[in-house]
């Protein structure tokens, strides 16, 4: 029994694979943010296989939570002053890259520092506009090389079923907070709990760790 066949047995038994349920592409991309999303639009432009797996029911989920205060870091520069498309896009941060003008995040807000809901609209727009294949509410429990050949087993949803992957382009961003477990980690408070009620800090020290944006 040759390698690729041992794996398809652990994957039975690990996994309770379904191997009928098996779907084959060249191409799997993992997470339909802005980056999967612009992967999966340049493979559909060069006609080739591919499928987008996202864990959530819908494209940009990250910015339905995330940044807490609900406004892009990014600005949304609408106007540069210049009509060359080319150095607009260069100052256009939040768009992604298409052949279609009316496809760019700057008709979506005049604000400067837009909300992040109008991000969520933005990138599920593009995913419906130019029909990109993806495979929404499929999360990926797990990636297996196959030994004997090229190519992935990727393991998803209730275990039931995989793909199987010529390629695997990860792009699924921020997945887990960063957590600090040393001793006394109970009185920490992280980006994603804390608040953002001026008053509660007022008169007090405050300890921030981490220097991210």
């Known amino acids: 029994m040759g390698v690729a066949g041992l794996?398809?047995?652990?994957?039975?038994?690990?996994?309770?694979?379904?191997?009928?349920?098996?779907?084959?592409?060249?191409?799997?991309?993992?997470?339909?943010?802005?980056?999967?999303?612009?992967?999966?639009?340049?493979?559909?432009?060069?006609?080739?296989d591919y499928i987008v797996l996202e864990r959530n029911s819908g494209a940009g989920s990250f910015f339905e939570h995330l940044p807490r205060r609900r406004t892009l870091i990014s600005i949304n520069k609408r106007?540069?002053?210049?009509?060359?498309?080319?150095?607009?896009?260069?100052?256009?941060?939040?768009?992604?890259?298409?052949?279609?003008?009316?496809?760019?995040?700057?008709?979506?807000s005049y604000e400067l520092f837009p909300h992040a809901d109008k991000m969520v609209q933005y990138l599920r727009d593009y995913a419906a506009h130019f029909n990109l294949r993806i495979h929404y509410d499929t999360?990926?429990?797990?990636?297996?090389?196959?030994?004997?050949?090229?190519?992935f087993y990727l393991v998803t949803g209730d275990n039931r079923s995989i793909y199987y992957c010529?390629?695997?382009?990860?792009?699924?961003?921020?997945?887990?907070?960063?957590?600090?477990?040393?001793?006394?980690?109970?009185?920490?408070?992280?980006?994603?709990?804390?608040?953002?009620?001026?008053?509660?800090?007022?008169?007090?020290?405050v300890l921030i760790l981490g220097k991210g944006r």
């Not at 980056?35 to 639009?41: K, N, S």
């Open 7 to 48: 794996t398809e047995i652990l994957l039975t038994l690990f996994f309770g694979v379904l191997f009928s349920q098996t779907t084959a592409t060249q191409y799997c991309i993992i997470g339909a943010g802005p980056g999967g999303l612009q992967v999966a639009y340049y493979l559909a432009q060069m006609n080739l």
């Open 79 to 108: 106007n540069t002053g210049e009509s060359n498309t080319e150095f607009n896009m260069r100052h256009d941060w939040n768009s992604l890259l298409s052949d279609d003008p009316d496809m760019s995040f700057t008709k979506y």
């Open 139 to 151: 999360p990926v429990n797990a990636i297996l090389r196959r030994s004997n050949s090229s190519g």
């Open 166 to 205: 010529d390629n695997v382009i990860a792009s699924i961003g921020l997945s887990i907070l960063n957590k600090i477990l040393s001793e006394g980690h109970e009185f920490i408070e992280g980006y994603d709990a804390v608040t953002h009620e001026r008053e509660k800090y007022e008169g007090k020290k």
